[in-house]
């Protein structure tokens, strides 16, 4: 039995980086028809679409990046890595996973200035903080970090089951093809 399901209140924190990456693709797919209808049919074009698509693609794309990293969906080739013996991967590994949280972990940072720096910068047309379209990059890079975090500490513990999958068969919910 998996977490979630001993602790329904869990649930929304479980799904945290797919809620937000899916409510930006309704915004984002909302806001380009609404500005193709705009343009096209009534020829008054709402110039805002253009701001808020920008936003939601952007929280799309980085909160969808930190939600394949929690499946652990993102492309990786082992077949030089299924050659070194046990115990020297097992090093490795440990040195590859801190170089990727760092990397993480400045890419948060950098976010996060990002954020700082652009308060004052309002966007063309809605004139909001340019801010929010970098605080996507934190806050994505954010729990790419935290997720990878949980991943690299039950590896250096010895547990090297994936951390989620992804329902393979539709008996498990999934779609039978993947």
Known sequence: MSNTSQHPGLRPIHYFEEIISGLALVVLVA??????VTRYITE????WTGDIASVAFAWLIFMGSA???????????DLAWMLIPPGPRRILGALVDLLILTFLAYA???????CLSTMDDPMPILRWPRAILY?????????MFLRYAGIAWR????????????????????????
């Open 44 to 47: 008054t074009p709402a110039a």
């Open 108 to 114: 948060t940072w950098l976010g996060v200035k990002f």
């Open 155 to 178: 590896r250096l513990n010895g547990d090297m089951a994936p951390t989620h999958r992804l329902s393979e068969s539709p008996e498990e919910g999934g779609a039978g093809w993947a």
């Open 67 to 77: 939600a394949a990293f929690k499946y652990g969906m993102h492309m990786s080739i």
């Open 31 to 36: 806001a380009v028809c609404w500005g193709v």
């Open 135 to 143: 605080a996507a990059l934190m806050c994505g890079f954010a729990c």
